[in-house]
């Protein structure tokens, strides 16, 4: 049972994904082949949104500490590991990535803006 009793997709329960790169400077000094790695990462990362698995994600930009970010939503915990084995970036050593469950989510609203 998921603790995200607020959700709006009753029995899926959500994760954040925190990967972090090879180093500090990675954004601005990625090799030719470190950047066709991202690339992959990405398009990886898009067909799972596409999917309705990724709700989010994307690079933060903190100083001194880029990190890459993920809000992901699942039917079973056990798939996380699944997904992150599978990312391009993590298979090439590009990326690592730690998973933290979100114990709660509130429902989307939709603006009538």
Request: a negative charge; zero cysteines.
């Amino acid at each position: 049972m998921s603790d995200n009793t607020a959700s709006n997709n009753p029995g899926k329960i959500h994760f954040m994904l925190w990967s972090t790169p090879p180093r500090t400077t990675f954004p601005q000094d990625m090799t030719v082949e470190e950047r066709n790695v991202m690339h992959q990462h990405i398009a990886y990362w898009t067909d799972k949104q596409n999917q309705g698995i990724a709700l989010v994600f994307g690079p933060v930009r903190k100083p001194n500490d880029p990190h890459g970010l993920a809000i992901i939503e699942v039917e079973a915990a056990d798939q996380v590991p699944q997904l992150i084995a599978k990312d391009p970036a993590v298979i090439a050593g590009v990326m690592t990535t730690e998973f933290y469950p979100i114990m709660a989510t509130l429902p989307k609203l939709h603006s009538s803006l």
